[in-house]
């Protein structure tokens, strides 16, 4: 899975922690998606697998947008926060520990977990909307 050089893994590194780092910042949602995005990004160009990185270069403005949304969305949500930073610290020891197995798994549940929590958030709004046009007599 990666044909792992040290120029990689120091990559991958300096993009987890500068991830890291801006958790205790100040700075705004679209910020924080980049440095996410690019976490992301090292670790598939890592792998030096040529069709995984041209399809991920020519995504890259569909996942900004999407990575976004997760972070407009769940990082002030406290759990799911704290769930979305075990997601990224597993990856991250999986992929500089060499663990592909891991690091598949890491990276599925990830999604999986994003995924289940913005459709989770989805339907409370959908909730919410209903509950106020019953409010206001609409339905």
């Known amino acids: 899975m990666f044909g792992g050089t040290c120029a990689n893994f120091i ?3 300096r993009r987890y922690d500068e991830m ?7 700075i ?3 910020a ?8 992301h990004l090292a670790i598939c160009e890592a792998s030096h697998n040529p069709v995984l990185v041209h399809t991920l270069s020519s995504l890259t403005d569909l996942l900004l947008s999407s990575v976004f949304a ?3 969305n769940l990082y002030h949500r406290q759990p799911q926060k704290s769930k979305i930073d075990r997601h990224h610290a597993r990856l991250f020891n999986a992929v500089t520990g060499k663990l592909p ?3 598949r798994k890491a990276a599925s549940e990830h999604i999986r977990s994003v995924r289940d929590s913005l459709k989770e958030i ?5 909730r919410l909307v ?3 046009l019953r409010l206001e007599g609409w339905e």
């Open 101 to 103: 197995e891991q690091a």
């Open 32 to 39: 924080h998606a980049r440095l996410d995005h690019a976490f």
């Open 122 to 126: 989805e339907q409370e709004e959908l």
């Open 11 to 13: 990559l991958i590194t």
């Open 70 to 72: 997760s972070v407009n």
């Open 28 to 30: 705004s949602p679209s």
């Open 20 to 26: 890291v780092d801006a958790y205790d910042q100040d």
């Open 130 to 132: 209903r509950s106020t």
